[in-house]
């Protein structure tokens, strides 16, 4: 992955100019996410300086001109999220950026729809997920247009996001890969495609536009994989090639850090990140996670307490307040609080996991093993869920289950002794143990650097054992 990144050109003054219109194209089709990433990037090479002569805006196409008063009733309605009212009077869009409104708030009718349904559903948190009422439907309109190639970029990219939560993986890996070549700078393509990454092999195999914004591509998606050495790489080199004041970067170096086991080093990141831009809520979940793990009361209390000043109604917030709660062992305030998180986002896989997690603080295992299987359904990259899985059919004695579970924790993390151990101690607690196997997991975690100095004593009583048998 770091040589297909050694290979790109980068010009900054071409990057910050291209910056500039991708913001404008997607603020215009309501793709708010994108929106504010490409805007957050722009800021942070604000001494670059383009002439009064760069284009950072485009033509207005004259097709869209003509629809421009259907269009600005139709945009005012998907702000207000009165998203059917924008899919009714625009059936007949001919304009490819009315055509893709009118899709995308067909789509998120469908979506908020979902989402209702799920907090009418008595528990909530726990509810079987209903489908998109409109997935079939938008999918069978733009396979039709995608087949006479008249979708543009961002059509495209919303075909390939419908793809996908239909679960045709193949067929979205290879639109959204289409899409990216149109339109490059749409970093939620990127994002999507990312989702879809299972591994190494086939990140190297996607077909992937030769163009600056696939070294964020790539860093995001290492860090994802769990390759945080080349993350971390990829993310200081964008902070040397004019990226330095990004604090979207320095969250990422941040969770690599954290990924890494620099607990430390990851606490002073995010501490340092705080300084720059106090009101940032992204990342804070994974903030307050390192604060209770280093069992820093004071400071979780103090970034709660400034999450829910900032917005008391964001997952984020729900979650950092949750953490608090837990920290505290009031177990119960914490699930509320994770369940709240997830009726503001029920797709929010820390809250999934986090929420598991209080469920076994509490021994109500059945609701942990639903949690945790949530979290795997959001991401089945998620390493902790798979780990909370492997622990809870520990407890309810299920030794194959639990070494299913610990494996697929330990294919995730394959340098972490705390998997490792666990997994040669389900090795050891088979009704025929296969004590071999335990015995070079645990020599594999201390030869990585074992965490809770657990795998030497375990290896020292196999060898106490053996000499026991020899005298």
Not at 50 to 58: D, M, N, R, W
Not at 216 to 241: G, R
């Amino acid at each position: 992955m770091t040589n297909m990144a050694e290979s790109l050109s980068f010009d900054i003054l071409l990057s910050k100019s291209q910056l500039y219109i991708s913001q404008k194209e997607c603020t215009e089709r309501g793709l708010l996410q994108t929106s504010k990433w490409l805007a957050e990037m722009i800021i942070a090479l604000d001494d670059v300086l383009l002439s009064s002569e760069s284009e950072t805006c485009q033509l207005v196409d004259p097709l869209f001109a003509s629809e421009l008063e259907l269009y600005l009733l139709a945009k005012s309605y998907f702000d207000l999220r009165e998203y059917d009212r924008a899919a009714y009077f625009t059936p007949s869009a001919k304009s490819d950026k009315l055509f893709f409104l009118h899709i995308y708030s067909k789509f998120m009718a469908g979506e908020k729809k979902k989402n209702d349904d799920r907090v009418d559903t008595h528990n909530s948190s726990l509810a079987p997920d209903t489908e998109n009422q409109y997935l079939r439907e938008l999918r069978a309109e733009l396979e039709k247009k995608h087949a006479d190639a008249s979708l543009d970029g961002y059509s495209l990219y919303l075909y390939g996001v419908i793809l996908q939560k239909l679960d045709l993986t193949s067929e979205a890996v290879d639109v959204l890969c289409q899409t990216l070549h149109v339109v490059p700078m749409h970093w939620g393509a990127w994002l999507e495609l990312s989702m879809l990454v299972t591994d190494k092999d086939l990140l190297a195999r996607l077909s992937l536009p030769d163009h600056w914004m696939k070294k964020f591509f790539l860093a995001h998606t290492c860090l994802e994989l769990q390759l945080n050495e080349e993350s971390l790489k990829l993310y200081t080199e964008l902070q040397l090639q004019g990226f330095g004041k990004s604090s979207y970067i320095k969250a990422q170096i941040a969770i690599c850090l954290q990924n890494l086991q620099e607990v430390d080093q990851a606490v002073e990141a995010f501490m340092q990140l705080q300084k720059t831009d106090p009101y940032q809520l992204d990342n804070m979940d994974t903030y307050s996670n390192l604060l209770y793990v280093k069992d820093m009361r004071v400071e979780l209390s103090h970034l709660a307490h400034r999450a829910c000043n900032i917005d008391k109604y964001r997952v984020e917030t729900c979650c950092v307040i949750g953490n608090y709660y837990s920290l505290r062992s009031q177990h119960e305030k914490a699930v509320l609080w994770f369940q709240r998180a997830l009726k503001l986002n029920p797709n929010y896989l820390s809250a999934w996991t986090l929420i598991g997690h209080e469920y076994m603080e509490m021994k109500n295992t059945q609701a942990a093993i639903q949690a945790y299987r949530h979290a795997i359904e959001v991401n089945r990259r998620d390493y902790r869920a798979w780990y909370g899985l492997g622990q809870t059919y520990e407890i309810l004695k299920m030794p194959f289950y639990c070494l299913y579970y610990y494996r697929e924790a330990q294919k995730l993390r394959p340098n972490d002794s705390r998997m490792l151990v666990a997994l040669g101690e389900s090795y050891e607690k088979l009704e025929k143990p296969r004590l071999q196997e335990a015995k070079k997991c645990y020599w594999k975690a201390y030869s990585v650097g074992d965490v809770e100095g657990l795998a030497l004593i375990k290896l020292a009583r196999y060898n106490m054992g053996y000499l026991y048998n020899i005298l």
